[in-house]
């Protein structure tokens, strides 16, 4: 079933994402992550992918097959294009054909100075306009609430995102915030910008310093002072960083889903623990 479809059954949904393991030894662990993920019913799991070159591309396409067929939940594949040609794009496009996996998250990649940069894609919307030509898949995009780092502007990065909807994505998928006030002034202003696909707020509790801190670096987003007394209070405590990130990711949520957000996208760091104490504090709600 494609996203879009999901969406026009149901509001809010709510979706999980996980990456593939670095590790053969953690093939088990992912195993037993996705088990329990599925039995907490998300509408979708997305699964992202390894920069060009790597053959973590081929985890991905495995991945959302086990997914899909051993665990019946939809998956959504994450494909870069920065770092691949349009016939590598196609050959990738055909294993998720065969799969029969249909939703494929459209995105440019990060730039990586040790891997050769290829000319065919330049923007995630070439990427969307191709797979849109190539075959009948569900494609969703990355939103940034707070500008993308490479924008000149908000103005220009909300127009290069309307462009991703004009070229055939369908549901967009936001970067981590930690403010729901941007979110919502991001959304209005997409939305007067007439962009009408549902947009999935992307959530990342904070439960381990060192891995917010490099997350906030590469995305941009910004730490509220809420928030940033919980990681300075508690970052060198494991345990007491997780609870009270857990209970600020909620605290996000229950706030989003008063205000009719379309969807929450929780970025999982492949701990199902995080998944669980989030899922249970807004059973309710959904």
Do not use: W
């Amino acid at each position: 079933m494609k996203i879009k479809e999901i969406f026009e059954k149901k509001k809010p949904i709510v979706s999980f994402e996980i990456f593939p393991p670095k590790k053969e030894t953690s093939i088990k662990h992912i195993d037993e992550t996705l088990k329990y993920l599925s039995e907490l019913n998300p509408d979708f799991i997305s699964v992202t992918f390894g920069a060009g070159g790597s053959s973590n591309h081929n985890q991905t396409v495995e991945l959302a097959k086990k997914i899909k067929h051993v665990y019946q939940v939809e998956p959504l594949v994450h494909l870069t294009c920065l770092n691949y040609s349009r016939s590598e794009i196609a050959y990738i496009l055909e294993e998720l054909k065969e799969a029969d996996i249909q939703n494929i998250l459209a995105l440019r990649g990060d730039v990586n100075s040790k891997i050769e940069r290829k000319a065919d894609f330049c923007y995630a919307s070439d990427l969307v306009a191709f797979i849109k030509k190539y075959g009948d898949f569900g494609i969703s995009g990355a939103c940034y609430p707070e500008t993308h780092m490479e924008a000149a502007n908000e103005k220009e990065d909300i127009l290069n995102l309307k462009k991703k909807i004009e070229n055939g994505a369908e549901h967009l998928i936001s970067q981590l915030f930690f403010d729901n006030d941007i979110f919502y002034n991001f959304r209005e202003k997409v939305r007067l910008a007439d962009i009408r696909v549902p947009i999935e707020a992307g959530i990342m509790p904070v439960t381990n310093k060192a891995q917010i801190e490099k997350m906030v670096s590469l995305c941009g987003a910004s730490l509220p002072g809420k928030i940033s007394k919980i990681i300075q209070k508690y970052g060198d405590n494991k345990e007491a960083l997780f609870d009270a990130g857990i209970a600020y990711a909620i605290d996000q949520i229950v706030d989003l889903l008063a205000h009719d957000v379309d969807g929450i996208h929780i970025f999982t760091m492949n701990n199902p623990a995080v998944a669980r104490k989030i899922t249970k504090g807004i059973k309710a709600l959904i």
